[in-house]
């Protein structure tokens, strides 16, 4: 009898570090690499994996995500085992828990496992919505029942000074997971490479049984912060589950003929904006056109895009930079950049290193470089930002701690 696997999305998170692009949006929504939003890697990973069935668990501003998920997610409605849904906190465990909203992660399965009954899965793939990576989950699945694991975690080496962001794992010579440390202050090492530690991704394989018995008892701790890695996962290894790492440097990618080793947390401005400067390269580790792992999104029927004049200095042209559909290159120079549907960049001005949301306008004259700039925003003539920080953050603009200005949305320039 075929396994039953059912796909959960974490789409509720805040993402603090990276306002003000979440002032307005969650995480998961944040647009990424010209066309994409964050959230469409885990949708593309999942389907790409051949998992059909996919809720997608919000919370946090979700309005933008929830538009998103509507306009582009959609399978025919004669399938009953294939769609992607979203699902809102709606308190549907009131009688038990009160009037309360998602408590955690794990909570936000808990109070959703009516849904894993209905759908009678034997295996629930729990991700992150929140990451930049590709992943065969079907790999991870087979591994998983080969091995006969309670539950598996994707696990990635990160160096020792990162890896208090992240759960900890410790494993013996099997990948058998013997310790699980969630952000610790003196993260354990590798055993064999004592500058790295091996890092939990947040993606998780549970046998269903392990799952319902594990958020049962945590749903009804008081003490309990609801949190697969601060929680849960810590009392399954004290409890004698099975649990397993899954080396995500092992994943098979069609079409790809190297190691999959690119996983980015785009948690803060700077991972977030050396993230979509990792596309810009010539041979990029993170491929976008791979044929044979397509990355899909919401096809908004965007004319394409544009590059007028061509004369001496007022010559449109784009190098090393991505362009969505309805870009307007017009007499500009972007270098090193990323812009998204319908911004433009009108003629004597420069653009490097910086990320144009939708409808982004640059004036004549302007100069920008190591800027996010939010959509709905019209840079004035002559411009600078980038170039004097001190000026910007009088602005009011965000400063990150490598220097990347950003530009909130809707900003409108004196």
Same mark, same amino acid.
């Given at each position: 009898?075929?396994?039953r696997?059912?796909?959960?999305?974490?789409?509720?998170?805040?993402?603090?570090?990276?306002?003000?692009?979440?002032?307005?949006?969650?995480?998961?929504?944040v647009?990424?690499?010209?066309?994409?939003?964050?959230?469409?890697?885990?949708?593309?990973?999942?389907?790409?994996?051949?998992?059909?069935?996919?809720?997608?668990?919000?919370q946090?501003?979700?309005q933008?995500?929830?538009?998103?998920?509507?306009r582009?997610?959609?399978?025919?409605?004669?399938?009953?085992?294939?769609?992607?849904?979203?699902?809102p906190?709606?308190?549907?465990?009131?009688?038990?828990?009160?009037?309360?909203?998602?408590?955690?992660?794990a909570?936000?399965?808990?109070?959703?496992?009516?849904?894993?009954?209905?759908?009678?899965?034997?295996?629930?793939?729990?991700?992150?919505?929140?990451?930049?990576?590709?992943?065969?989950?079907?790999?991870?699945?087979?591994?998983?029942?080969?091995?006969?694991?309670?539950?598996?975690?994707?696990a990635?080496?990160v160096?020792?000074?990162?890896?208090?962001?992240?759960g900890?794992?410790?494993v013996?010579?099997?990948?058998?997971i013997?310790?699980?440390?969630?952000?610790?202050?003196?993260?354990?090492?590798?055993?064999?490479?004592?500058?790295?530690?091996l890092?939990?991704?947040?993606?998780?394989?549970?046998?269903? *049984? &392990? /799952?319902?018995?594990?958020?049962? +008892?945590?749903?009804? %701790?008081?003490?309990?912060?609801?949190?697969? =890695?601060? $929680?849960?996962?810590? *009392? &399954? /290894?004290?409890?004698?589950?099975h +649990?397993?790492?899954? %080396?995500?440097?092992?994943?098979?990618?069609? =079409?790809? $003929?190297?190691?999959?080793?690119?996983?980015?947390?785009?948690?803060?401005?700077?991972?977030y904006?050396?993230?979509?400067?990792?596309?810009?390269?010539?041979?990029?580790?993170?491929?976008?056109?791979?044929?044979e792992?397509?990355?899909?999104?919401?096809?908004?029927?965007?004319?394409?895009?544009?590059?007028?004049?061509?004369?001496?200095d007022r010559t449109?042209?784009?190098?090393?930079?991505?362009?969505?559909?309805?870009?307007?290159?017009?007499?500009?120079?972007?270098?090193?950049?990323?812009?998204?549907r319908?911004?433009?960049?009108?003629?004597?001005?420069?653009?490097t290193?910086?990320?144009?949301?939708?409808?982004v306008?640059?004036?004549?004259h302007?100069?920008?470089?190591n800027?996010?700039?939010?959509?709905?925003?019209?840079?004035?003539?002559?411009?600078?930002?980038?170039?004097?920080l001190?000026?910007?953050?009088?602005?009011?603009?965000?400063?990150?701690?490598?220097?990347i200005?950003?530009?909130?949305k809707?900003?409108?320039?004196?």
């Open positions: 009898m075929a396994i696997t059912l796909g959960m999305i974490l789409a509720g998170g805040q993402g603090s570090r990276l306002a003000p692009l979440t002032s307005k949006r969650s995480k998961p929504a647009p990424f690499g010209s066309k994409y939003r964050i959230i469409d890697f885990a949708i593309n990973n999942f389907i790409n994996s051949s998992v059909y069935s996919i809720y997608v668990l919000t946090f501003k979700a933008s995500l929830t538009e998103h998920i509507q582009g997610w959609r399978f025919g409605s004669f399938l009953a085992d294939y769609f992607i849904m979203l699902v906190a709606q308190q549907y465990r009131f009688e038990e828990l009160g009037a309360v909203w998602y408590r955690g992660t909570d936000a399965v808990y109070q959703n496992m009516h849904l894993v009954e209905n759908y009678d899965a034997d295996l629930i793939a729990v991700f992150s919505g929140d990451h930049i990576y590709k992943m065969n989950v079907d790999h991870m699945i087979q591994q998983h029942l080969d091995l006969r694991a309670d539950i598996s975690i994707a990635y080496p160096p020792v000074a990162e890896a208090s962001r992240f900890v794992l410790q013996d010579n099997r990948n058998r013997t310790q699980f440390q969630e952000k610790p202050k003196d993260p354990s090492t590798m055993p064999d490479r004592p500058e790295m530690a890092a939990s991704m947040g993606n998780y394989i549970f046998n269903r *049984k &392990a /799952l319902e018995e594990l958020l049962e +008892l945590d749903g009804r %701790d008081d003490t309990s912060s609801h949190d697969f =890695g601060k $929680d849960v996962l810590p *009392k &399954a /290894l004290r409890d004698g589950y +649990l397993h790492a899954y %080396d995500f440097h092992k994943n098979p990618i069609p =079409g790809n $003929d190297r190691p999959n080793t690119y996983w980015r947390d785009v948690g803060t401005i700077d991972a904006h050396e993230a979509n400067m990792d596309l810009v390269s010539v041979n990029p580790e993170f491929d976008l056109y791979n044929p792992w397509p990355l899909r999104t919401v096809n908004t029927d965007s004319p394409p895009a544009k590059f007028v004049h061509e004369s001496g449109g042209r784009a190098l090393n930079s991505l362009l969505a559909g309805g870009v307007i290159v017009s007499g500009g120079t972007v270098r090193d950049s990323i812009m998204f319908r911004s433009r960049v009108n003629s004597y001005s420069e653009v290193r910086s990320i144009l949301f939708d409808e306008e640059i004036g004549r302007c100069r920008v470089q800027t996010i700039i939010d959509k709905n925003v019209r840079v004035p003539a002559g411009t600078k930002i980038g170039f004097d001190e000026e910007d953050r009088s602005r009011g603009f965000k400063i990150s701690d490598n220097g200005v950003v530009v909130p809707g900003y409108r320039f004196d």
